[in-house]
C-alpha cells in the first residue's frame, strides 16, 4: 500500500486528497468533497499528463523568439525530455500559428506547433 | 480627423471593444496601441489556459490575441501601433503621438479606455538595501525570457504569489534556472490553485506563506534575499530570518490600473480598485467615456475581460447612435467582506436585461452566502463552498427585478458567514 498526497486544482477549494495507491492502481481517495476530485486524483496518481509552452529563436522576424506548445498534452514525466529538445532550436521567419516546430517531441507522437504569428522583419 | 469611437489601448478589453462595436453598428473606430503589435500583455503570457469560457477551449495568450486580432483585420477596424496618447481632453480630444504622424488630435465621438494595468514596483514596497541588478517585476522575466530570448538569472527567489509569479516559477525552472522559494506576505496565495500545484508543487518548488523579503543583499547584483515570517499584522517576527543565495528576485506583488489618462480627465475614481467609477453601461462619470478590462479593476481570467468589454463597445455604440437614456441612479454599495463592486451605479433605463456586478471578497470564507438587497429587502441568498481574494465573484441582476421594485435607492452586495 502507498499514500500519496494532493491538492485538488478542480474548484478554489482546492481539497487536500489523500490518496491510496496499491500496484499502481488508485484503491481510496479521501478529503474530496466532490466527485471532480475523485476524478482527479485518479487520473493524477495514475497518468499525470501536461501541454507544455516554451519559445524558440526566431530568423528574421520581427521578434526574437516565437512561443510553441505541445499540439496535447505529453507525460508529465516527458517535461525535462521535451524542454531539452527544445533548445537551440531556430525556426525563420514568418512563422504563422499552427506551423509544426518539432514532429512528434521527445519520443511521443505529439508535435510542437507554433502559437504566435511572427512576420518577416 | 474624426471617428466615432476612438479606444485607448489594442490589448485583450480594446480589441474586443473595437469588434463589438463595430458589429453594433460604427463604422468610424480607431484603437490606439503604444506597442509595436496588438494583443496587450497576452503576447508574453505564453501558458495555457485562455479561453475557456470565451471559446471553450484552452489557448495560449497569443493564440487568444490571434483570435481578436483576426477579427479586427476582418472587419476593417482601423489601429495605430507604436502609438502613445498623452491626453484625453473633456470634450473628447484625444492628443497622440507616433513617428508617422507626429503629434496629432483626434475628435472623438466616445472614447473607451482600455489601458490595462501595470506592475507594482520595488519601490512600492520599502525593502532596504542597495539597488543591484537582478530586481526584476516578474511581468519583466516573463517579457525577456519569452519574447526577448533573455534568462534574467540563475538562481531566483520570487516574492508575491500572484499568478504571474507562479506562472514565472515554472518557466524560469523550465528554462534551467533554480527557483529555490516563493515567498507570501499574506496566510494565503493570491493565486489560481491550478497555478500552485501545477506551477510550484509539479516542480517542488516551496510556497512560504505569512513570509516576506526584509532585506536583498549585494551592492552590484543581488547575491542574496532575507526572508522572515511575518505576524497577523505583517511585521516581521525576529528570530525568524532566513538567507537564500540567489542572483535574482522576482517580485509578484500586485497590479495597478493605468488611469494617468483618466486622472487628467477628471473622472471619479475608485480608491479600492485605483480604477474609474462606472455605470451599468461601464460609463464613467464623464458622459460618452467608457472603460473596461484592467484599467477598470484587475482581472484573473481574460474571458471576463473580453466580456466587459463586449458590452463597453456595444454601450458606446448606443450612445453614439444616441439610444442612450438620461435617468435616476440606484447606487450599488459593498460590505461586510465585499470590497468593491463594478458597476457601482445602475439606471435601469439604460440596463440590459441582466447586468452582471463584479466584486472581490477581502478575505477567504468557507460555506458561506452571498448576499443581495435591494433597499433593506434580501433578494439574493447564494451559497458558496469557498470565497477568496484571489477569485473574482459576480452576480447576474435582472432588469425586471430592479423595475419590480418601487423607488428602489440602494443595492447591497454583502457576504454573510452563516
Known sequence: ?121 | MKYDIVIVGGGPAGLAAATSAKENGIDRILILERDHELGGILNQCIHNGFGLHTFKEELTGPEYAERFIEKIKALNIEYKLNTMVLDISKDKKVTALNKEDGLFEIEAGSIILAMGCRERSRGALNIPGYRPAGVYSAGTAQRFVNIEGYMPGKEVVILGSGDIGLIMARRMTLEGAKVKVVAELMPYSGGLKRNIVQCLDDFGIPLKLSHTVTKIHGKERVTGVTLAQVDENRKPIEGTEEYYSCDTLLLSVGLIPENELTNNLDVKMVPVTSGPEVNESLETSMEGVFACGNVLHVHDLVDYVTEEAVAAGKNAAKYIHGEYKKGTYIELVGCDGVRYTVPKYINPDNMEDVVTVRFRVGDVYKDSYVSVSFDEKEVIHRKKRVLAPGEMEDVKLKKEDILAQSDLKKITIRIKED
Open chain 1, 1 to 121: 500500500m502507498e499514500k500519496k498526497d494532493l491538492i485538488c486544482i478542480g474548484c478554489p477549494l482546492g481539497c487536500m486528497l489523500s490518496v491510496e495507491m496499491n500496484d499502481g492502481q488508485v484503491v481510496k481517495v479521501e478529503g474530496n468533497t466532490c466527485p471532480k476530485g475523485d476524478q482527479y486524483a485518479k487520473k493524477e496518481c495514475t497518468n499525470p499528463t501536461r501541454i507544455v509552452t516554451s519559445s524558440v529563436m526566431v530568423d528574421g522576424g520581427t521578434i526574437a523568439m516565437v512561443s510553441v506548445k505541445t499540439e496535447s498534452d505529453i507525460p508529465k514525466e516527458k517535461i525535462a525530455a521535451c524542454m531539452k529538445e527544445l533548445k537551440g532550436i531556430k525556426v525563420s521567419a514568418p512563422v504563422h500559428i499552427g506551423d509544426v516546430i518539432i514532429k512528434g517531441i521527445a519520443d511521443t507522437d505529439v508535435n510542437i506547433i507554433a502559437t504566435k504569428e511572427v512576420a518577416l522583419k
